[in-house]
């Protein structure tokens, strides 16, 4: 239960940086919070829905149409929630792939347990890298 917190957390950490980092995009901090569960909940329950709508279209496009996916997801919970501003679907597929981008970085670091872990390299008496 305490990872599944922690990657909510993380989730509405990622919504803020993307906000932060396009203009297109606007999203207060407690609605960024309450974005990340609405996109959670859209994601678990009407994605995979239309990707098995979507599925010659992804096919022909070779998985790009996927990005439209997850920016009509965005833009979803942008018409849901009344703290999340996007000027356009073109920000919410862009906004989708850098918060896809920015939310695969930041879960990377955090465990099952929802303990935040850091991988060490050191160099090898044989120069090599190797984690520690």
Do not use: C
């Not at 803020?16 to 207060?28: D, H, K, N, R, Y």
């Not at 609605?31 to 096919?59: C, K, M, Q």
Request: charged residues 10%; aromatic residues 10%.
């Amino acid at each position: 239960m305490k990872g599944i917190f922690t990657r909510w957390i993380i989730s509405a950490i990622s919504l803020l940086l993307t906000a932060a980092l396009l203009p297109g995009i606007e999203v207060s901090i407690l609605s960024a919070f309450v974005a990340s569960a609405f996109l959670g909940v859209f994601n678990a329950l009407l994605r995979p829905i239309l990707l098995i709508l979507t599925l010659p279209i992804n096919i022909l496009t070779l998985g790009l149409f996927t990005f439209v996916i997850n920016g009509l997801m965005l833009y979803l919970v942008s018409g849901v929630i009344k703290g999340v501003e996007i000027q356009g679907f073109g920000w919410a597929v862009i906004g989708a792939a850098l918060l896809s981008l920015i939310g695969w970085v930041l879960h990377a670091l955090v465990t099952e347990e929802g303990r935040v872990e850091v991988i060490e390299l050191k160099r090898g008496r044989d120069g090599t890298w190797r984690s520690s």
